[in-house]
């Protein structure tokens, strides 16, 4: 089969052509970069904390963003912003000029959700952001004052399989009503009432926590300008 009728073609002949165009593209290129003030990079090369963020409902973009401020002020821009997709997911992301910050910016963005969002002062322990340790904890008592008689053993492996449903599509982290819970084996009417007691549900559930420090996100930066 006979692709190209004449195979001889001149690009010596055009090669000049060739370089004029690649430097007026290249300088377009660093003409557009400077007049938007240069660069942007994103968390992976100049280091910062990214968290993404489901909420139950649209996310308040403006709130997110005044809360998280208000909480890591002096600490650069704080960018959040939405995905394309309907999973009314958020991705808060944070500047981060000090390794001695990645913790303490983490737990600023946290503290800032439940302060806004949340029910911060009811002493009950938030479930949707709840760790397996933390859950155990406050179950292993309460259900023993409810007359719910379980061991250790039968407590880790009741929140285990909590947890696990709580991951899972269509739930994705997100829990927006103890009575979904009925759906877990070994959940019965009087463990959903002590989850209820003991528990409640904020309107979001942290899904993913990226942290690069300043000096790694760097040292990429280098490697990608010289790439």
Known sequence: ME???NPNYDFLGWKWRFIIASLVLSVAGLTSIALKGGLRYGIDFKGGTLMTVKFAGKPPVDAIRAAVSKRISGSGEVTVQTFESSSN???IGTELADDRQLDQNLRAILQALETTFG?????KLELNNAGHDALVARLRDALARNNVAMSDAQVQKLVTDILDFRKNPPRSGLITSFDQLSAVPGVTPAVVNTLKQECYLAPFA???RVVVGPKVGA?????AVWA
């Open 3 to 5: 692709l190209f009728k």
């Open 89 to 91: 997911e958020v991705a």
């Open 119 to 123: 029910q911060p002062n009811n002493g």
């Open 206 to 208: 942290i899904r993913e």
């Open 219 to 223: 040292d990429l930066r280098q490697r």
